[in-house]
């Protein structure tokens, strides 16, 4: 799987962003989908997960309330809507494939990671 990350950018805080990530290259459903992110300093740490069939949500606790995670099989894209920003939420944004749920949870052994995107929030 191939997986194009977009739509970063630079917010004040209390704005919003959504980002996509486009899917190729294999069949979209077989894949649990997921974000990571990561901050200068610090280790990547998951955000948000979704399952197959886009019935079961995950979250971090830092982000629970204030983002929205989604999938559409038709355009092989999964979403990630950030609101509410916080300067603590800046980080490159990373999407992320796995058949196994448990993995992207976990964030280790994923079988696919995109490039990232920057969010960069200003107080």
């Known amino acids: 799987v191939q997986l194009q990350a977009s739509g970063g950018g630079q917010v004040q805080a209390g704005g919003s962003l959504r980002l996509s990530c486009a899917a190729s290259g294999r069949t979209f459903s077989d894949y649990n989908m997921g974000w990571f992110r990561q901050a200068p300093g610090k280790e990547r740490e998951f955000v948000s997960a979704?399952?197959?069939?886009?019935?079961?949500?995950y979250y971090a606790d830092s982000v629970k309330g204030r983002f929205s995670i989604s999938r559409d099989s038709a355009k092989n894209t999964v979403y990630l809507q950030l609101n509410s920003l916080i300067p603590e939420d800046t980080a490159v944004y990373y999407c992320v494939a796995d058949r196994r749920l448990s993995t992207v949870l976990g964030g280790r052994g994923l079988d696919y990671w995109g490039q990232g995107t920057q969010v960069t929030v200003s107080s």
């Open positions: 979704i399952t197959r069939g886009g019935a079961g949500t």
